[in-house]
């Protein structure tokens, strides 16, 4: 009986450790842009990303920064108060989004513009990422809403 219940467990122990190992394979093999990173504007200036690399890059959206160029072509800046990345965007951007609000956006850093395939605003007025607001808070410009 004895003999049978250690066999089960050196079964349960194998079988364990090749699905760990399984996992670890899997995640050895997938693409390098699988998983995006957010950077803040300061982070992106101090050490800018490779050619191609897709990233993740939050901040305010500057004052008086927000340009609509000819047909869906958008410029404007994002900072956290440390640094202050130009941005280019095509595409339509949400409704919510507007100057001095949190915003994210997808993409690469090209040329020193941040050429983003993708931009989030905020979702109502109270709501800002939290990587954006551990951005701000990092460079001492955050400044907390009466409701938190």
């Keep these: 009986m ?5 066999k ?3 079964q349960v122990v194998v079988i364990s450790f090749l699905a760990i190992a399984g996992i670890l394979v899997a995640l050895a ?3 390098k842009d699988a998983f995006q990173y957010f950077k803040s504007p300061s982070e992106v200036l101090a050490e800018p990303p490779r050619n191609g690399e897709v990233f993740r890059m939050g901040g305010l959206v500057a004052e008086s920064t927000l340009i609509r160029g000819e047909g869906l072509e958008v410029r404007f800046s994002v900072t ?3 640094g ?3 941005v280019i965007y095509v595409g ?3 409704d919510l989004f507007k100057e001095n ?3 994210i956006g997808t993409g690469s850093y090209v040329d020193g513009t941040f050429e983003a395939t993708e931009i989030l605003a905020k979702h109502d007025e109270e709501y800002m990422p939290k990587e954006v607001i551990d951005a701000l808070k990092e460079q001492g410009v955050y400044q907390q809403n009466e409701s938190e």
């Design 2 to 6: 004895k003999s049978l219940e250690k």
């Design 8 to 10: 089960r467990r050196i």
């Design 29 to 31: 093999f997938l693409p």
């Design 80 to 82: 956290d108060g440390g």
């Design 84 to 86: 202050t990345v130009p």
């Design 92 to 94: 339509v951007l949400p």
């Design 101 to 103: 609000q949190g915003m």
